[in-house]
């Protein structure tokens, strides 16, 4: 679990593009004097939906912040690496981040899938393994199933490729169709080797072994970097909240971030720092690159 808060409410702004807020935790404040300290041996690991872009209805419709880019392209050629971990596919985060041909982003990475897929800006290119076939099985499956169990009505499906999401955001009792839905898209799931990964008001269905905490452990370790910052905002992103603390607990400084959400209190709780949003990650991140100088 993260450590314990100095303050009862960690939230904080970061208005100002050149001061810093100041994590309420000693273990916060430590993993961001590290990062101060010697910027070219940390990693920032950020999540997409929600951190980088603001949450919208259609996540067909995500797009990132418009200070992301700008905020990442000043601050990635002073750290050891930035990492976008998202559940989309990495190529669609790619997209709909603005990410490829940035000056500054040359060594970008973006894990998508949890960290199944990877795409590297320094060769424009996508390498995953081949889908699981559970996948397959569940998309020709769902629309049936949704319809015989009276799920249609404000659900909607978003296909990922590798994975499938049923949202209830658009019902007209979002939290009571997201809580209906649950146990039997995971019985689904679990008749096709799938696993159900609960989000804001969405089910992913997609394949076991591996998530943003596996995949920010691995390419941490393969950086050979010295601490760490991530970012997130959903349920998703407790996995990623639980390899930083992993890495704290074994003496490596981190600072876990909050995209501020009323929505996911754990994570919020769990943060050594709560910003506003996808506009308050990008002053973070502004702020960080102007005190980095």
Request: charged share 20%.
């Amino acid at each position: 679990m993260g450590s314990p808060k100095d303050s009862t409410d960690p939230q904080v702004s970061a208005d100002s593009p050149d001061v810093l807020p100041n994590p309420v935790t000693g273990a916060g404040r430590e993993g961001l004097a590290a990062i101060l300290a010697n910027s070219s041996a940390a990693v920032i690991g950020l999540d997409f939906d929600g951190t980088l872009a603001p949450i919208v209805p259609d996540p067909e419709q995500a797009r990132a912040h418009p200070g992301a880019v700008p905020a990442l392209a000043a601050l990635a050629p002073k750290v050891a690496s930035v990492a976008v971990i998202t559940g989309r596919p990495a190529g669609v985060a790619v997209r709909n981040g603005g990410f490829a041909g940035v000056p500054g982003l040359e060594h970008l990475v973006v894990l998508g899938h949890y960290g199944t897929e990877r795409w590297d800006a320094v060769s424009s290119t996508v390498s995953a393994p081949a889908p699981h076939p559970g996948v397959a099985a569940v998309r020709a499956e769902l629309p049936g199933f949704l319809d015989r169990i009276g799920a249609w009505q404000g659900t909607w499906i978003e296909e990922k490729g590798r994975a499938l999401a049923v949202h209830t955001r658009r019902a007209t009792d979002p939290q009571a169709a997201y809580e209906a839905l649950r146990g039997p898209l995971t019985d689904l799931a679990t008749r096709h080797g799938l696993i159900v990964e609960p989000g804001r008001m969405v089910l992913e269905l997609r394949p076991p072994g591996m998530d943003k905490g596996v995949a920010l452990l691995d390419y941490f370790r393969e950086t050979g970097a010295e601490s760490v910052l991530y970012a997130g905002d959903d349920l998703g992103d407790l996995p990623a909240f639980a390899a930083v603390e992993k890495l704290r607990s074994d003496g490596v400084p981190g600072l876990l971030v909050c995209s501020g959400s009323d929505e996911v209190t754990e994570l919020r709780e769990r943060a050594d720092l709560v910003v506003d949003g996808a506009a308050g990650v990008v002053g973070l991140l502004s702020a960080l690159a102007v005190q980095l100088g």
